[in-house]
């Protein structure tokens, strides 16, 4: 029946399209079809397979999420379920920070586990998983893949190697990644692009044991940039070096040298990581980790530090981290009227490159970064003391250096983690050696199974800022802001699942041109069913009411107005076999105020394929969207590339489509993508879009 459903449903979806639109539009399923099967002819010698589960579980991680996740965040996650998938942990050994690293567990759960652990004992299946209290249904459906026992019933990715768990082999990995458009070929010819740089693309060579040690060289080429001359050689525009090293015991903890990630507290002073936190896993507000380190794989992303980094363990219970960075960024800086003083106004954190528009500016900063971390740790608690001072120098104009205003920058802040009586508090305390304060403080509670409560508590100061915070907000940036977070999740059984959040903030100060508060508030409620793990279908309603200030005429006065946004997303994904998947979408936007044809909508189907008889992957979706005011635009989460993401908006009215292939040989394996738009935006016919992206991957 429901393979009837479902083939009806995707019929219907077409003669409706192809009902309101002329015999001309054909042409716009034609044409991307034609790419997309001559792509598949051209990259089938080359194509090589990749487990699909790693990208599903990264898929739904990622997808509620309300801001677009940093690349780095991404290759790194994708890379330990990778390797967590063929070698997966242990429960009975597993120790905190191992089940923290998969990403797909919160701090409660990992305690859940290993409260269950240390009272009833070690665990005999993995399906006893079942039985511990505070861990979601739909957690577990995530986790399993990753997890075994030994000795026991273990996990399918066990059953493949003969039920043995084994230690990460050490491998050497070599790739490619690039990307191809037609405002690329359109502005350059291609033999242009080769030789003068300009075409997206990423190298990297990286040595690897495991989780315990890599290094590796990356260069990353971004659009529209030249070749970078070093010495006699051309190169990429970016090159990022990284080496280190993780140890569970021993004194040295972790070794950074080269590109990095620092992740301190819950973000108030430096978290170079993906921000956690409105989305619709709503108790996942909470970020603090037990590492303080993280190698940083993906040149050309946004925040890393460049320099060396170590942290060292006493005593059991204390660990002091270290760390300095040097770096050039991008910046723009204000020229006070003497020309005898700059003052910096805003920064590019994801780098130097030689783009046109920098090479014309010549205006581009030396960042020096140094800090310390004291913790506490025992069991589940830990406390820390954080401190980092930041100087920025010109790096302008040849022969003319001024002086730079305010050039020292100083934090402090207290940060913890403390359990009383299954009750989890967190925050971080911060202040600026300008005496300017943030606060976020909040909690995690489960009183009941399968109930979860979440409060979190946001003050930052109207003059507080840090170029890497990184915290629980609503503003673009850390810094005059208020708020308050409660979240709710309950699941009763494995069949039902409801979610709730509400949160209320304020802007104290206004702008720089208006000194009048601006307030708002939004909500999310999400009710998913799930039957017996072959189809699940979840709604979820999310409404915003956020505050502007407008200007009159001639800015000669000011008015606050409210603007409000609705959006309702059905949602639905049914497997039909163990070879195919059927996920389909309406999502709806509405503007309270504007004109009743302003309202956004995006149909979505996606068709997801797992060979059981040959290492292929094929995922395509076919998109129509409507979507009038820019205001109204719908972002959707995309399958991508390994290690990369995808969350286009939609805006006008349109169609668009993408074609997902990825094959494995056994150390060879490449995967590429082709997507292609067009669509109207009002009057205006929008160009026809498109885009191939490709990897290539070897593991030796």
């Known amino acids: 029946m429901w393979r009837t459903l479902t083939g009806g449903y995707c019929s219907i979806i077409v003669l409706l399209y192809t009902k309101r639109t002329s015999m001309n539009s054909w042409i716009y399923i034609y044409r991307p079809v034609w790419i997309i099967g001559m792509t598949i002819i051209l990259s089938f010698p080359l194509l090589a397979q990749r487990d699909n589960i790693v990208q599903d579980v990264v898929h739904v991680l990622l997808e509620g999420r309300e801001e677009v996740p940093d690349p780095a965040y991404v290759e790194a996650l994708t890379e330990r379920l990778e390797a967590y998938l063929h070698h997966p942990l242990d429960l009975n050994a597993a120790s905190r920070e191992e089940l923290e690293s998969l990403g797909i567990l919160s701090i409660p759960e990992i305690e859940a586990i290993l409260h269950y652990r240390k009272t009833i004992g070690p665990f005999t299946t993995v399906q006893e998983l079942n039985a511990v209290e505070g861990l979601q249904h739909s957690t577990l459906l995530l986790l399993q893949p990753f997890v075994a026992v030994k000795g026991g019933d273990n996990t399918l990715a066990d059953i493949g190697q003969g039920g043995q768990l084994s230690s990460h082999p050490a491998k050497w990995i070599l790739s490619w990644r690039g990307k191809l458009d037609n405002r690329l070929t359109r502005e350059n010819a291609f033999k242009s692009l080769l030789e003068n740089g300009g075409l997206p693309q990423v190298w990297k060579v990286q040595y690897r044991i495991g989780t315990r040690f890599s290094a590796g060289i990356a260069g990353a080429q971004q659009r529209g940039e030249t070749w970078r001359k070093y010495g006699i050689f051309s190169g990429p525009d970016q090159l990022q070096f990284h080496a280190f090293i993780h140890w569970n015991k021993g004194i040295i903890r972790d070794i950074a040298l080269g590109d990095y990630s620092l992740q301190i507290g819950e973000g108030l002073i430096v978290y170079q990581g993906f921000q956690i936190g409105k989305s619709a896993l709503v108790n996942r507000v909470h970020r603090g980790l037990s590492r303080h380190l993280f190698p940083y794989r993906s040149s050309g992303s946004f925040a890393f530090s460049r320099g060396a980094a170590a942290e060292l363990g006493f005593a059991q219970h204390w660990s002091v981290l270290a760390f300095v960075s040097s770096r050039r960024l991008d910046a ?312 990369t993401y995808s969350i286009p908006f939609y805006y006008g009215s349109g169609m668009r489509t993408y074609l997902y292939v990825r094959y494995r040989m056994k150390r060879l394996y490449t995967e590429a993508k082709l997507s292609y738009t067009t669509g109207r935006a009002g009057a205006k016919a929008l160009p026809r879009q498109w885009s191939w992206e490709w990897r290539l991957n070897m593991e030796i």
Not at 449 to 455: D, E, I, M, Q, T
Not at 522 to 543: D, E, F, G, N, P
Request: charged share 20%; hydrophobic share 35%; aromatic share 14%.
């Open 332 to 643: 723009t800086w204000q020229w006070l009227e003497d020309s005898t003083a700059v003052q910096l106004k805003s920064i590019n954190r994801s780098g130097l490159h030689n783009t046109p528009g920098t090479l014309s500016r010549q205006s581009n900063l030396l960042l020096h970064n140094a800090g310390s971390t004291i913790s506490y740790h025992k069991g589940p608690n830990r406390y820390s003391l954080n401190l980092m001072g930041q100087r920025v120098a010109y790096q302008g104009r040849q022969g003319h250096v001024p002086a730079v205003v305010h050039p020292f920058s100083g934090w402090g802040s207290f940060s913890y983690r403390q359990y009383v009586n299954g009750i989890m508090l967190f925050g971080e305390e911060a202040i600026t050696h300008r005496g300017d304060c943030a606060l976020l403080n909040g909690l995690l509670y489960a009183p009941v199974r399968g109930l979860g409560l979440s409060l979190v508590h946001r003050r930052y100061g109207e003059n507080y800022s840090s170029i890497w915070s990184n915290a629980l907000r609503e503003a673009t940036y850390i810094g005059n802001e208020s708020g308050l977070y409660s979240g709710i999740e309950y699941t009763p059984d494995k069949v039902w699942q409801a979610a709730f959040y509400i949160d209320f903030w304020r802007f104290p100060a206004g702008s720089d041109n208006y000194r009048l508060p601006i307030t708002g508030h939004a909500s999310l409620w999400k009710l998913s069913y799930t039957h017996r793990k072959v189809y699940q279908i979840y709604a979820l309603v999310k409404w915003q009411n956020k505050g502007e200030i407008t200007s009159g005429e001639n800015d000669k006065y000011s008015f606050y107005e409210s603007r409000e946004k609705i959006n309702i997303r059905l949602h639905g994904e049914y497997i039909l076999n163990r070879n195919w998947t059927l996920r389909a979408r309406y999502e709806t936007v509405k503007l309270p105020g504007r004109p009743a044809n302003s309202y956004s909508r995006v149909l979505y189907q996606d068709v997801l394929y797992a060979s059981t008889r040959w290492p292929l992957t094929v995922k395509m979706r076919y998109a129509l969207y409507r979507a009038p005011d820019f205001e109204g635009r719908i972002y959707a989460y995309e399958n991508g590339l390994s290690g």
